[in-house]
């Protein structure tokens, strides 16, 4: 049988601590997703075999195998199989993020309805704070057309030009389903927000959206 050698690891490749907790498997995830985290492993960099990994963290194969299939079930690992394969460390992309923290809301937000409500709310009104502050215009709104509330939303988050804040309102409008804010806003009711965005205005097109989102609703008030 011909025998493959394993590629060389590199200089750089960081050294994990043995594991002294009894729930082994959950410290070998955190270990490894903070040495992405702060880049100690870069993206597309190869980890250290199984059998070296095991031997550092001081568990079972079979403990790192779970652990290394949860690192990839996160989008932080890539597991290629064959004499060149291996783990990697990957970057997640905009898409995984979404679905991700889209997850995470939808749960707390059929159980804390009017908490999600208020925050999507908030979130959205410094979306169009931080648009106007940056001079962005949403043109499809500018122009006259008629968009669905959560078209509105994420233009007004892409106008900010900051690229967390449109993951941030996909993954939230993901959340609201179509039982919060999916009906078409009329050209009316969008219209003194898009003239305060025209007209450099960000702390009324702030106080406009939210009152458009959140209506009556306040931090804390009960539904």
């Known amino acids: 049988m011909t025998s493959h050698s394993e590629p060389a690891k590199p200089a750089s490749a960081p050294r994990f601590d043995r594991i002294r907790r009894v729930r082994s498997f959950e410290e070998v995830v955190e270990q490894v997703r903070a040495a992405i985290a702060s880049r100690s492993i870069e993206a597309g960099e190869r980890l250290p075999s199984e059998r070296e990994l095991a031997e550092q963290f001081g568990v079972s194969r079979a403990t790192l195998r779970e652990a290394l299939r949860a690192l990839e079930a996160l989008g932080l690992l890539e597991i290629r199989p064959g004499a060149r394969g291996g783990a990697f460390a990957t970057s997640p992309d905009d898409e995984w993020l979404t679905d991700t923290i889209a997850s995470s809301l939808t749960m707390q937000a059929g159980t804390r309805p009017q908490e999600f409500r208020v925050l999507r709310a908030t979130f959205h009104a410094d979306n169009a704070y931080w648009a106007g502050r940056r001079g962005g215009l949403v043109q499809p709104l500018a122009d006259g057309l008629e968009l669905s509330t959560k078209a509105f939303l994420r233009a007004v988050a892409h106008a900010t030009g900051n690229p967390f804040r449109q993951v941030l309102a996909d993954a939230i409008e993901r959340a609201a389903g179509s039982n919060a804010g999916d009906a078409r806003i009329d050209r009316v009711s969008l219209r003194p927000v ?4 025209q007209g450099h205005d960000p702390e009324l097109a ?6 458009l989102l959140a209506g009556d609703s306040e931090p804390g008030s009960q539904s």
Do not use: M, P
């Not at 898009?194 to 965005?197: M, N």
């Not at 702030?206 to 009152?211: F, H, M, S």
């Open 194 to 197: 898009i003239a305060s965005l």
């Open 206 to 211: 702030r106080d406009l959206l939210y009152q």
